[in-house]
């Protein structure tokens, strides 16, 4: 699923996320619980504010993100959501 994401820049230029927005509203990132690079995308394992696990990529080619796995708070993974990370 194609995503908006707002980054926050570093004093080294990398972005990190910082809000994922889409047509339902606006997450925050609480928490950054992992991250690792493949040879086309960045990923990142996040905890959002409303305290569901998340996976983004954002594509080093096309500079667009994807969520690629969601797990609500406290419950099962959603449906049709996978973890992609190799």
Same mark, same amino acid.
Not at 1 to 11: D, P, W
Not at 28 to 36: G, N
């Given at each position: 699923?194609?995503?908006?994401?707002?980054?926050?820049?570093?004093?080294?230029?990398?972005?990190?996320? +910082?809000?994922?927005?889409?047509?339902?509203? !606006?997450?925050?990132?609480?928490?950054?619980?992992? $991250?690792? *690079?493949?040879? #086309?995308? +960045?990923?990142?394992?996040?905890?959002?504010? #409303?305290?569901?696990?998340?996976?983004? +990529?954002? #594509? *080093?080619?096309?500079?667009?993100?994807? *969520?690629?796995?969601?797990?609500?708070?406290?419950?099962?993974? !959603?449906?049709?959501?996978?973890?992609? $990370?190799?």
């Amino acid at each position: 699923m194609q995503i908006n994401v707002e980054c926050y820049s570093g004093y080294r230029g990398e972005e990190t996320p +910082r809000f994922i927005l889409w047509e339902s509203g !606006k997450i925050e990132v609480k928490k950054i619980i992992d $991250r690792w *690079l493949a040879p #086309d995308h +960045r990923y990142f394992k996040i905890l959002g504010d #409303d305290h569901a696990v998340y996976i983004i +990529r954002h #594509d *080093l080619q096309t500079w667009k993100w994807e *969520l690629t796995f969601y797990q609500a708070a406290g419950g099962p993974v !959603k449906e049709g959501a996978k973890d992609n $990370r190799k």
